[in-house]
């Protein structure tokens, strides 16, 4: 219902998802202004109850490319704040996962608390990624997944701030997209519950940053 629930206040967010929730937060669907070759900032703009500027950074070279997204409160007062990056990449799709945790689906969501992974969750091996893979993986026991896509071995490094790997198989757009995170979904709700997974709480000046590498290796095979 677009509730944000901090501090004992509850705030009403700009519902923008056919299933009533306030999806992804506002500055992925915003104009973002070139600050320089490579870089990219939003200011918030008021549908978020706190003042903050967002900041994308892309590195690219030849062996591959890094993107950097960083969030700063610019508020007088603490705010609660999340990162994550949303990559597709074209299926089909083989994955390793260093993940040992994940978390079920549960009553139309996901439960607060993750479980080890098992059977069809378990991608510590790479392989491949079927249709209707819809979940949050945690427990990350190293910064790096491996990709096999269309015959290329690819290389995903992530941030320390990465706690979650959302992984989204979707068939409609014949893709999977792959999402390090800072937090586990719903994290406002998560915070102000004290469950598991939620976001960060930022004060005024503080900043949150999150990065994704990506590099591709020799054909598989090759």
């Keep these: 219902g677009g509730a944000l629930l901090f501090e004992g206040i509850e705030y009403g967010l700009t519902v923008n998802h056919t299933d009533g929730t306030a999806l992804h937060g506002e500055a992925y669907d ?10 990219l900032r939003h200011v918030g703009h008021g549908a978020f ?8 950074e892309l590195d690219i070279a030849s062996s591959g490319f890094k993107v950097t997204l ?20 074209a299926a089909p799709l083989s994955l390793a996962l260093p993940a040992a945790l994940v978390y079920p689906a549960a009553r139309g969501h ?11 969750t378990d991608f510590r091996s790479l392989r491949p990624v079927r249709w209707g893979l819809d979940a949050p993986w945690a427990g990350l026991t190293t910064d790096t997944a491996r990709l096999v896509v269309a015959g290329v071995d690819l290389e995903l490094r992530w941030s320390t701030t990465v706690t979650t790997v959302m992984v989204n198989s979707h068939e409609p757009f014949g893709a999977v ?26 004060q005024p000046g503080e900043q949150l940053s999150l990065w994704m590498a990506l590099r591709p290796h020799r054909p598989v095979g090759g």
């Design 30 to 39: 915003a104009p973002w202004d070139v600050i320089d070759d490579g870089r």
């Design 70 to 89: 960083t969030v700063t409160n610019i508020d007088r007062r603490a705010m609660p704040a999340g990162v994550g990056l949303h990559p597709w990449f």
């Design 110 to 120: 996901w439960a607060d608390v993750p479980t080890p992974v098992s059977g069809a």
């Design 177 to 202: 997209a792959i999402e390090p995170q800072s937090h586990a979904p719903d994290g406002f709700g998560r915070l102000a519950n004290g469950a598991e997974g939620g976001v960060a709480v930022l």
């Design 49 to 56: 109850p706190w003042r903050y500027t967002a900041e994308l």
